[in-house]
């Protein structure tokens, strides 16, 4: 039977429900009674004639039905919440921007790419998520997000209709605590032979482009450590667990934060950096201004190492 409409009161009770794995969970979040949570499940479910949650242990979790709800949930309700915001800021003079960011992409690469939206003439509040790369397509097909900040593009043939901007490229440099630096520097690279290693995980980018650097000089190092999170490779690069690559572009940053030193110039390597938008031209005042920014300064010296 299909219904005329849904009720958005039992669809948002549902997915509370389903974000805390119990009523009454969900009850105490919402100050509500557990009658009333479970009373208003029951009509969504028979509004929509399928069960949407079952039990599991002592939890409720959703049914297959239940996944597809939850999944289009989220995006009604994410959406409904940057609503909110942009209805409370219309009467101010903020400027929001949403921006998704690549489990890939180095954070301090993230960091150098937005900073200019704290010099704008307008006040730029920024609302940043990271999630993997395909994801983020999805959303920004969405129009969830405005901008999506990573270290590929676009491959051709993706199934959505997004857009790769080129924002610069920095050669890489091998990095190391001040120990392993002193131990690895002299005869680079020939001196990476059994050294240990930090690598990113297959799926990223970089990383066949390092192997085969690896490779054309002949060198066989330890890998210690795969990751698919940069953040994560770099706390156990900082933490001396292993040699790790970076972008030439955050030689300070890395020196200054990671208390690390630079083992060899790797010119070879070359990693790239896009902002992907849902349009073929880029309109948002804050993006437009990112743009003109990075291609002046952070990559404007790293392209010509």
């Not at 002592?58 to 994410?78: H, K, M, N, S």
């Not at 101010?92 to 960091?111: C, F, H, N, Q, W």
């Not at 955050?250 to 070879?268: C, R, S, T, W």
């Not at 070359?270 to 948002?284: G, L, Q, V």
């Amino acid at each position: 039977m299909k219904t005329t409409g849904l009720n958005l009161r039992h669809l948002y009770f549902f997915w509370v429900v389903a974000k805390e794995g119990g009523v009454t969970r969900a009850a105490e979040r919402l100050g509500l009674a557990v009658q009333t949570i479970s009373s208003q499940l029951a009509l969504l479910e028979q509004s929509v004639g399928k069960s949407l949650l079952a039990p599991q242990g002592r939890r409720l979790v959703p049914t297959e039905a239940g996944r597809l709800a939850l999944g289009y949930a989220d995006q009604i309700f994410l959406l409904g919440e940057q609503l909110q915001d942009a209805l409370a800021e219309s009467d101010t003079e903020k400027m929001r921007l949403t921006v998704g960011i690549s489990d890939s992409l180095p954070k301090l690469i993230a960091y150098r790419i937005l900073e200019p939206t704290r010099h704008l003439a307008v006040q730029v509040k920024l609302a940043c998520y990271e999630d993997e790369f395909e994801s983020l397509l999805a959303d920004l097909a969405l129009h969830k997000l405005d901008v999506v900040l990573t270290d590929r593009a676009v491959p051709s043939g993706a199934g959505v209709r997004v857009f790769s901007h080129l924002l610069g490229e920095s050669a890489m440099k091998l990095f190391g605590v001040k120990e392993l630096a002193q131990r690895y520097r002299g005869g680079f690279p020939g001196s990476l032979n059994g050294a240990p290693l930090l690598l990113p995980t297959r799926n990223n980018a970089l990383r066949g482009r390092i192997d085969e650097w690896l490779v054309t000089h002949g060198v066989r190092p330890d890998v210690v450590g795969e990751f698919e999170d940069n953040a994560m490779l770099n706390t156990f690069g900082r933490n001396g667990f292993g040699l790790f690559f970076a972008p030439a572009a955050l030689e300070y940053d890395i020196k200054e934060q990671f208390n690390a030193d630079m083992v060899g110039d790797v010119p070879e390597l070359r990693e790239h950096f896009y902002a992907i938008s849902a349009a073929r031209k880029i309109e948002h005042p804050a993006v437009v201004a990112i743009l003109a920014t990075v291609h002046n300064g952070l990559f404007a010296s790293a392209s010509r190492d």
